[in-house]
């Protein structure tokens, strides 16, 4: 069982938007800055999108967002284009050196 | 950018030891943090635990504490990830991951994945 809760798995269309959530504790989510998303497609290593809860790394577009309310985070993911189906994870530093992850969202552009 | 590069594939039969490694490739990549993360076959991603290449200081995940061994040579940019006696349920993907500089919490590098098959 993952520290992290997401759904298992979302689906939308292509060109529609598509939220996944991420829930924590206060010794986690809540409790630091530090909430990141890594998207990983089949055979391959995760790439991350997301950090510091809404900071995009360079080269990640702009259709990609974060935001966190409380204990839960968000990755929306606006204008769908089929590359971006793929399983989605949410981690979270949780102090001295430690992080948890989220069990993983497969995404489905339908 | 710096990359990471990991071991090849293996095959170990139980009871066997293995070391896997992930050497970084980049400016002043001792001074890194790297994370050692498990993904089984069709499952999600597992944080294992993290080293800092500069004096070897290893956090461990208490799900992993004890089963495996987190270590670096600094000279030669590299982490290692051990086991002293596999099991089968060892077998999946270990990746290696760079935590971004001081300050940020997020792992901006990844290795290819070494492929860990445990069987008789």
């Known amino acids: 069982q993952s520290a992290l809760t997401q759904p298992r798995s979302v689906s939308a269309s292509l060109g529609q938007s598509v939220s996944i959530s991420c829930t924590g504790t206060t010794s986690d989510v809540g409790g630091y800055e530090y909430v990141s998303w890594y998207q990983q497609h089949p055979g391959k290593a995760p790439k991350v999108l997301i950090h510091d809860i809404d900071k995009r790394p360079r080269g990640v577009p702009d259709r990609f967002s974060g935001s966190r309310s409380g204990n839960t985070a968000s990755l929306i993911i606006s204008g769908l284009q089929a590359d971006d189906e793929a399983d989605y994870y949410c981690w979270s530093y949780a102090g001295t050196y430690t992080w948890v992850l989220g069990g993983g969202t497969t995404l489905t552009v339908l | 950018e710096v990359l990471m590069v990991q071991s090849g594939a293996v095959l170990k039969k139980p009871g066997e030891s293995l070391n896997i490694s992930c050497q970084g490739f980049g400016n002043r990549f001792e001074r890194n943090w790297v994370a050692w993360v498990r993904q089984m076959p069709g499952k999600g991603l597992e944080w294992m635990g993290i080293?800092?290449?500069?004096?070897?200081?290893?956090v461990y995940s208490p799900s992993f504490e004890g089963q495996v061994t987190i270590s670096a040579a600094k000279s030669i940019n590299t982490a290692y990830l051990t086991w002293s006696s596999l099991r089968a349920s060892d077998s999946a993907m270990y990746y290696c991951?760079?935590?971004?500089?001081?300050?940020?919490?997020?792992?901006?590098?990844w290795g290819q994945g070494t492929l860990v098959t445990v069987s008789s």
């Open positions: 991951a760079k935590r971004r500089d001081y300050g940020y919490y997020h792992f901006d590098s």
């Open positions: 080293i800092y290449l500069g004096d070897s200081q290893t």
